[in-house]
């Protein structure tokens, strides 16, 4: 993770623009960020450093849907919000991953 890289960018794309948020640590003590708090990619490294070395840590990257939008929405939009923010957050996994994830009209067909 440094600055100026692809991830660097998307993940601040995705924070400072669209409102995701970042959970980085050990579950009980997270470092979070969100578009007021993210300074840049230093301060994610900075925070799995502090994370534990004799357990386990993660790094979660969500799209914090508002208590009362959730309770106003139907499941049919609660399904499509789930799906749009995974659509967002694709181009960062891809930047991650071994094999990237494509669209459905770009997968080859199986026939019949």
């Known amino acids: 993770m440094r600055a100026g890289s692809p991830l ?3 993940l601040a794309r995705l ?3 669209e409102g995701f948020v970042v959970e980085l640590g050990d579950f009980e003590r997270n470092a979070v960020f969100n ?5 840049g990619p230093e301060a994610l ?10 357990r ?10 508002p208590g009362r939008e ?6 049919y939009e609660v399904v499509g919000a789930v ?19 494509v669209p459905r009209e770009r997968l080859p067909s199986l026939g019949g």
């Open 35 to 39: 578009a007021k708090s993210y300074r």
């Open 8 to 10: 660097a960018a998307e």
């Open 56 to 65: 386990w840590a993660g790094f979660q990257l969500y799209y914090p849907m």
């Open 83 to 101: 799906a749009a923010a995974f659509q967002e957050v694709v181009p960062a996994m891809n930047l991650c991953m071994q094999v990237p994830l």
């Open 15 to 17: 924070i400072r623009r």
């Open 45 to 54: 490294a900075a925070a799995a450093r502090r994370a534990p070395r004799n």
């Open 70 to 75: 959730l309770a106003s929405s139907n499941g």
